[in-house]
């Protein structure tokens, strides 16, 4: 460091953040201006000889005294503000012996409290040195508000600040995370004439402001600090270097790297700054690319940077960086010690990278650093979920010595985790047994189930880890039974192990035995929570178990419990399909009365119930009645009510229904639109529901091939085949592929128009898409053809459907149909004795004359 030579007049104590602001003014080389230098309170007691400026404040010769005094008073509380030992005190305060009484306190209130008295005795003002002393104060004891209030004074009582007293200021803010305040205290100073900031207080600034995320602030300070003349130095560009990295800011912060590195200013901090975020960011490769750059310059991270990266990279599941960069911190002359193992350790049993995993333990065994028990949990743990018992049992053997009895359960509970992981819940469970010191005979005997000699009390955690193996294999019954040995043997029982027997009660729907557990559950002192009392809910709920249900829903009230909405939805999805939609009503009106809202999905689910049983007002009423107490249906709800009023053939309201929907904003969707084609297409007005295709169009919602379907079947029931054979090719040219669906509908609706040959043709290309039609496709060809007078190609049909096996039984709507022609194929001389044959060898069923089909229907003739 250059200093410019200043004579000495004569030498005097000084007053170290003096001593330190008077070397760094001093300082004309480049790279000056390390910021901690101006931390009062972690500067040593030394002093010095320097030169006595004018507006030096001699230093009373009885100064330390002074400040021993002011110490003791304000820390041996309470203390009194009028005394005459403190006015004398106060007629001799300087600003030195308030930063150094400052320095000596440990408590920032007393700190805060002597700093108000001074400031309130005659004769003395605070200056940027005292103001800085207790910024510190309150910065390292994390005060926000206070330091606010602080930086507010400082203006207030417009104390004049050197650069760096200003910077120091700053930087207490910053740490703090006081951005805002930090802006306003540099731009109030400068403004206010308390301050001409220089290049060093920009850097504060900066720095400051780099610990958030504010880019756009970084970078018009830095255009304001060159405006102004001064050059960006190493100190200006590595904050720059941090808001680009705290921002994502990937492309810049290499530009901004690649200056620093260009100027030969980088350092540990700069590498620091740029590796941890590019491990922050999950690029593990090209933060080690850099970690191999600084190698090249001899440069090196700290013991706590190597830690940081090793647990970034592990979290990154490269574990193989990890590795790679733990060897270069011992290379480094770092110790590791077990937290790095544990991490390492760690990484590797996730990655079931198990030899590697035991290398290291091995390892830090070598080296004298003896593993905890949560290592060795993770490895037993990983051994067993991967079938390697013996090594399992190895370390269980090796770790047992010298742990206390509560380790050894851990150790235990490892192994029990991991046969259950491995899928070995028997064995778990035996193993257990082993632990309680039940009689071993049959696999246990002859597994010697890891060695146990002795009983090793299990605790809860090992009764939960196997119960719950056993519930999720099914073995619902010996999870029970080892339920009561561990109540048998006195192990306390807990909350979790009986919401989980209760729960796994309930979803087996053995209600009465969940009930039975509720019970004991409260008899030792547990209060049922809100998943006991849901798991509960939901059985009854399955059950249909309104009265149960509504019962529980009082109890869960006294609780303050919320019934869970998946359940009472349930309920009335259930009640609606077995046509109870009356009593789901019901249901939904008790909940309310309760004081237990029902959502949209119960609601709506209650309104399709209506509708499958033609109540179709009552369902209008509640959609209406849920409207007005400021339910919001959504789109599911409204497809309900237009798919239910399409299907009473009320499709005009539909409609309204439908624009009134559009009125509230809401968009319909492809399904929305679907539903009122097929409506239109089911009453006959196909030309009401091309009109709704348009509108679908314009609302940019893309026909699907059920849209298509549905106006093709309609077109065809309207008699109007042409139409459909045009709208089935602008299906295929908007590459809309129909699908198994449409080929079926198409063939019976051409049927239908007697086009026969047409049908014939897709029902072809049907076949050649190896899509199976169903017996009724085959029903159709056949008596199209029949009734067109081609009953030769009638009956290459009915063979062909022999010979697919899709013959309809007896009950199948489609049997009259076929009997029907196959009466008149019989008795056409061209296909008469064929059908005979195939009656005869048993392919067909036998033929029935006209008279015994009635109504267009089947009736058995012993009837």
């Known amino acids: 460091m250059a200093l410019r030579r200043m004579p000495f007049l004569q030498t005097k104590s000084m007053n170290p953040s003096r001593l330190i602001l008077f070397f760094f003014y001093t300082d004309t080389s480049p790279h000056r201006r390390n910021p901690s230098f101006l931390r009062p309170n972690s500067l040593p007691q030394f002093s010095i000889s320097y030169h006595s400026s004018e507006n030096a404040t001699p230093i009373l010769s009885d100064h330390p005294q002074i400040v021993d005094r002011l110490t003791t008073i304000f820390t041996k509380q309470p203390f009194l503000r009028d005394s005459e030992e403190l006015r004398n005190l106060g007629a001799r305060l300087t600003t030195e012996t308030v930063e150094t009484v400052l320095r000596g306190l440990k408590s920032w209130k007393i700190g805060q409290e002597f700093f108000s008295w001074a400031a309130e005795q005659e004769g003395y003002k605070h200056n940027c040195y005292t103001y800085n002393a207790m910024a510190s104060f309150l910065s390292q004891a994390r005060q926000c508000t206070h330091l ?106 290499l530009a901004v790297f690649d200056q620093i590195y260009d100027k030969g200013w980088v350092d540990v901090r700069v590498f620091a700054i740029l590796v941890l975020s590019f491990s922050k960011w999950g690029e ?134 991991g046969l259950v992981n491995h899928g070995l819940v028997n064995k778990a469970y035996l193993l257990l047994q082993a632990m309680m010191g039940a009689e071993c005979s049959g696999e246990a005997a002859v597994d010697n189930l890891f ?66 557990l509720l019970r004991d559950m409260k008899g030792s002192g547990f209060e049922p929570t809100q998943f006991t009392h849901n798991s509960i809910f939901g059985c009854l709920c399955r059950r249909e178990d309104v009265a149960g249900a509504l019962d529980l829903v009082r109890e869960m009230r006294a609780h303050g419990h919320e019934p869970w909405t998946k359940h009472s939805s349930l309920l009335v999805k259930q009640l609606c399909t077995h046509g109870k939609a009356v009593k789901a009503y019901d249901f939904l009106t008790d909940m309310v009365q309760e004081g237990f809202l029902p959502d949209m999905i119960a609601y709506s689910a209650a309104i399709d119930g209506f509708f499958k049983i033609r109540e179709v007002d009552r369902a209008l009423e509640l959609f209406q009645d849920i409207c007005s107490r400021g339910y919001c249906p959504d789109m599911v709800a409204y497809n309900i009510l237009i798919n239910g009023l399409c299907k009473a053939e009320r499709v005009s309201e539909a409609k309204d229904v439908l624009d009134k929907m559009l009125d509230k904003g809401l968009v319909p969707s492809v399904v929305t639109y679907n539903i009122m084609i097929d409506g239109w297409c089911k009453t006959g007005e196909v030309d009401q529901a091309f009109l709704c295709l348009s509108r679908m169009v314009l609302a940019a919602r893309e026909p699907t091939v059920i849209t298509y379907t549905t106006l093709i079947d309609g077109l065809c029931n309207a008699g109007r085949p042409d139409d459909a054979l045009v709208l089935w090719n602008e299906m295929e040219g908007k590459g809309c592929s129909p699908n198994r669906i449409t080929y079926m509908a198409f063939i019976h609706g051409l049927c239908k128009c007697n086009r026969a040959d047409a049908a014939l043709l897709y029902f072809r290309e049907m076949e050649e898409k190896e899509m199976r039609p169903v017996t009724s496709v085959y029903v159709a060809l056949i008596s199209a053809f029949v009734s067109n007078l081609n009953p030769c190609l009638a009956f290459e049909i009915l063979k062909e459907m022999v010979q697919k096996g899709n013959i309809p039984v007896l009950l199948d709507k489609n049997y009259p149909l076929l009997n029907n022609a196959i009466c008149k194929l019989s008795e056409d001389s061209r296909t008469s004795s064929d059908v005979k044959n195939l009656v005869a060898e048993g392919c067909i069923p036998t033929i029935h004359s006209a008279s015994d089909i009635r109504d267009g229907g089947w009736v058995d003739p012993v009837d």
């Open 148 to 253: 606010r209030i602080l930086a507010m004074d400082v203006l207030n009582s417009r104390c004049s600040m050197t650069p760096g007293a200003l910077g120091f200021f700053i930087r207490c803010l910053g740490s703090q995370g006081l951005f805002q305040e930090a802006i306003s205290l540099f731009d109030q100073a400068k403004m206010m004439g308390l301050c001409v900031p220089n290049n060093y207080t920009y850097n504060c600034l900066l720095e400051a402001l780099s610990k958030s995320s504010s880019v756009d602030l970084v970078e018009e300070r830095l255009r304001e600090m060159r405006d102004l003349g001064w050059e960006p130095d190493k100190f200006t560009l590595t904050p720059v270097l941090q808001v680009y990295c705290n921002a994502r800011m990937f492309g810049k912060a």
């Open 284 to 417: 593990v490769d090209k933060a080690f690319e850099l970690i191999e750059r600084m190698e090249d310059l001899n440069i090196s991270f700290n013991e706590k940077t190597f830690c940081v990266l090793i647990h970034g990279f592990v979290r990154e599941s490269r574990v193989d960086r990890a590795l790679q960069l733990f060897d270069k911190m011992r290379k480094s002359g770092f110790c590791s010690d077990i937290s790095i193992y544990d991490m390492l350790i760690g990484g590797l049993c996730k990655k079931k990278d198990l030899n590697k995993a035991l290398d290291l333990y091995l390892e830090m065994k070598g080296c004298g650093i003896f593993p905890d028990v949560g290592i060795i949990t993770k490895l037993i743990s990983s051994f067993c979920g991967e079938g390697d018992m013996v090594t399992a049992n190895r370390l269980l053997e090796e770790s047992r010595e010298g742990l206390d009895v509560k380790a050894v359960v851990l150790l235990y509970n490892a192994i029990l985790d």
């Open 451 to 516: 060695g146990v000699k002795e009983t090793v009390l299990p605790n809860p955690t090992s009764f939960n880890i196997v119960m719950d193996g056993l519930c999720k294999k099914g073995e619902l019954d010996l999870a029970l039974r080892l339920f009561r040995d561990m109540v048998r043997m006195g192990c306390a029982c807990n909350l979790l192990l009986y919401n989980n027997l209760i729960d796994e009660l309930c979803k087996s729907d053995r209600l009465e035995e969940a009930f039975e």
